[in-house]
């Protein structure tokens, strides 16, 4: 089998065992040939039942993004409260809103002071004592 992306043949390794436990994968190469965005995916699912008897699935992704994985049973993140929602907003508008010249700026002005070396401040070379 091909992969629409690559070009190259697919492995799609799977199996299930005698107590149910069952797995499937599917790798390809991305992009392949072109050097700057080439990149290995393989994608696939497993699944088996927890000690407690609540059956298990995970599927998954891995890719140049990193991995990722995804099951009822794995925990996620809090909704982001509504007051950092309308927070985040209103920065985002700020930020469209501000002339580009300041959006630009980057690093500290330079300080009018003059610049003068560091003495150090002990004689060289410090030693701890024991």
């Known amino acids: 089998m091909d992969s629409p992306n690559s070009g190259q043949t697919t492995q799609n390794p799977a199996y299930t065992t005698g107590d149910g436990q069952q797995a499937q994968a599917q790798g390809y190469l991305k992009n392949a040939g072109n050097k700057d965005t080439e990149a290995e995916v393989i994608q696939g699912s ?44 209103l920065i985002a508008q700020a930020q469209k809103t501000q002339p580009q010249q300041q959006q630009q700026q980057t690093s500290f002005p330079r300080s009018t002071y003059p610049q003068k070396p560091l003495k150090p401040q002990y004689p060289r070379p410090f030693r701890f004592l024991h």
Do not use: M, N
């Open 46 to 89: 497993y699944s088996y039942t927890a000690p407690d008897g609540t059956p298990i699935t995970v599927t998954y992704i891995a890719d140049e993004f990193g991995f990722r994985a995804e099951g009822a049973h794995l925990p996620t993140s809090p909704p982001i409260p509504e007051a950092i929602q309308k927070s985040l907003a």
